[in-house]
């Protein structure tokens, strides 16, 4: 079964630091994978897709398939990057996503 | 944000009573979907709708039921609340077509408390 795990609910750095979110995934074929994020009071968005290879607010994702992996990094995190976090793969043959548990993420100043 | 709204937006309700949530999109957009968000399990999906009358059951979907009668609406329905469903919900819409696949714009959510 496609599924996505992000081991870590909650983390925590300083402002300036560099930030990693992990997300793993299980797929046997080519996965087409997304971050979603929700900030406070707003509602959950598209963060960034991994096919497109774009930065987003200085956020990139670079897609290992030999570990099947696609975190989340920045080099320099921002307090308005704290955030819950959601990797997102979609279910084959179907227009659906299955979500990670998400990573709530904190800036400290 | 995408034209999706969700009412209530704050609900408390008590175990058995039935409950409908409903979502709202002014996007034309083909499919809509709810999820439910807690702590831990991430946001999981309910139900979706690939089209007017068409519906079909996600990964959570025991003790709920939905409906699609046009475009813009997708209702959800809790037959007999109970507490185990006291959660976050979430409406997400996605428009067809495979450019931009999978992109779902999410309403605001509506925070529902089984006593």
């Known amino acids: 079964a496609q599924r996505v795990t992000q081991p870590e609910k909650l983390l925590s750095v300083f402002k300036g630091a560099p930030v990693e979110l992990k997300c793993n995934y299980s797929?046997?074929?080519?996965?087409?994978l997304f971050w979603y994020v929700q900030y406070s009071r707003q509602r959950l968005q598209l963060l960034l897709r991994?096919?497109s290879r774009e930065s987003i607010k200085g956020f990139t994702a670079d897609l290992n398939k030999g570990e099947t992996s696609f975190h989340l990094k920045k080099p320099f995190a921002q307090e308005e990057d704290s955030a819950m976090y959601y990797c997102?793969?979609?279910?084959?043959?179907?227009?659906?996503?299955?979500f990670g548990q998400g990573t709530r993420l904190t800036i400290n100043p | 944000d995408a034209g999706i709204t969700q009412s209530p937006r704050h609900k408390v309700t008590e175990t058995g009573t039935p409950v409908t949530l409903r979502c709202h999109q002014t996007?034309?957009?083909?499919?809509m979907y709810w999820y439910r968000q807690d702590p831990g399990h991430g946001l999981r999906l309910i139900h979706y709708?690939?089209?007017?009358?068409?519906?079909d059951k996600g990964e959570v979907s025991d003790g709920y039921s939905v409906s699609r009668s046009k475009t813009e609406d997708f209702l959800l329905t809790l037959e007999s609340a109970t507490s185990s469903q006291t959660s976050v919900y979430f409406c997400?819409?996605?428009?067809?077509?495979?450019?931009?696949?999978?992109?779902?714009?999410f309403g605001p959510g509506t925070r529902l408390t089984v006593t």
């Open positions: 997102a793969l979609p279910i084959q043959g179907a227009q659906k996503l299955v």
């Open positions: 797929y046997s074929g080519s996965p087409e």
């Open positions: 991994h096919i």
């Open positions: 996007e034309n957009h083909r499919y």
């Open positions: 709708s690939y089209g007017v009358k068409d519906t």
């Open positions: 997400a819409t996605q428009t067809s077509g495979a450019s931009y696949s999978y992109e779902q714009y």
